[in-house]
Nanobody
């Protein structure tokens, strides 16, 4: 049974930082592309960042480029999202996802497994 469990969300002031973690189990973690998505109230779930199995290739949404960093530790079956210079527009539930595919990592449809999400709230 595959499980993705996010943690690290919370309330932070604008300009602050948070580090999200996603612990995976029940899958061969090193074989999966890992992604982060987010969903704000009343909006569709949108792509944030993704990292290929080796960690050598990353992809970011334009809205977070230069502020967020995705990384992974295959020995710990964990993917991270370091979020800096947070803005109120970053407020959302953040979801971790896993995909067997190597392409189109910004597309929700390619992801096979999803976590339950962690709330990030940025106050102005």
């Amino acid at each position: 049974q595959v499980q993705l469990v996010e943690s690290g969300g919370g309330l932070v002031q604008a300009g602050g930082s948070l580090r999200l973690s996603c612990a995976a189990s029940g899958l061969t973690f090193g074989s999966y592309t890992m992604g982060w998505f987010r969903q704000a109230p009343g909006k569709e779930r949108e792509f944030v960042a993704a990292i290929r199995w080796s960690g050598g290739s990353t992809l970011y949404a334009d809205s977070v480029k230069g502020r967020f960093t995705i990384s992974r530790d295959n020995a710990k079956n964990t993917v991270y999202l370091e979020m800096n210079k947070l803005k109120p527009d970053d407020t959302a539930v953040y979801y971790c996802a896993a995909s067997r595919r190597l392409v189109e990592a910004d597309k929700r449809v390619v992801y096979d497994y999803w976590g339950q999400g962690t709330q990030v709230t940025v106050s102005s």
